[in-house]
């Protein structure tokens, strides 16, 4: 199936039932490493948005849930510029932190994200992504622990991600044709 956006062609990559039958998976395998533990997902704005949605209730153990939000692109390339637009409002001192991910591409963003979470002293700091472009990454990041699809370099849109701000409502993810 193609759609158009912004003037711009995609097709089809991933079905949100598909999507959901990994998140489930995810979701019981954070539910036995955090077992005894109460984490803070960091969700990070605006792509997550859907995916931390999805996950956090296929999740049975007590949670806290936190928002950071940062920007790098500019339609569909990376400028390599992180932004912060706005902080964490939570202290994560001693807290066992799970930052929630749409997609890591070339990991700038995600090295900006620890930093800044590491900075907090947490006890512990994990990574969770739905999309993962492993051709992208400039560097390899241990803290990556949970990955939805490791999926070719391509732009992609739907499920929280956005083709010039658009888009982010798609239930199933596109690649551009
Ligand atoms: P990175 O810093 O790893 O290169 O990029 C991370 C951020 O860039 C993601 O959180 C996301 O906002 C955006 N991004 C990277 N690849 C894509 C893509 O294929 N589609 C969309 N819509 N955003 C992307």
Redo the contacts with the bound molecule.
């Keep these: 199936m193609k759609i158009q956006i912004d003037e711009k062609d995609f097709g089809l990559m991933l079905e949100y039932e598909q999507i959901k039958k990994r998140i489930r998976l995810i979701g019981i395998q954070l539910t036995v490493d955090y077992e005894n533990k109460v984490p803070v997902f960091v969700g ?1 704005l605006n ?1 997550s948005f859907m995916f931390l949605a999805d996950l956090v209730k296929e999740v049975t153990i007590s949670a806290e849930i936190t928002f950071v939000k940062v920007s ?2 500019d339609g ?1 390339k ?1 400028t390599e510029k ?1 932004k912060k637009e706005f902080d964490l409002s939570m202290n994560l001192k001693g807290r066992d932190v799970i930052i929630v ?10 090295r900006y994200l620890l930093d800044m979470i590491k900075k907090h002293n947490p006890t512990s700091v994990k990574v969770c992504t739905l999309l993962l ?1 492993p051709k ?1 990454l400039k560097e390899n990041f241990e803290e990556i622990a949970y990955v939805g699809f490791e999926i070719p370099d ?4 739907g499920y929280g ?3 010039n701000g658009l888009g982010r409502n798609l239930q199933d993810i596109y690649r551009a044709v």
Excluded: A, H, P, R
């Design positions: 990070v792509g790098s692109y569909d990376s992180v991910e749409d997609i890591v591409d070339t990991g700038i963003t995600l472009k992208s391509e732009f992609v849109v991600l956005d083709y």
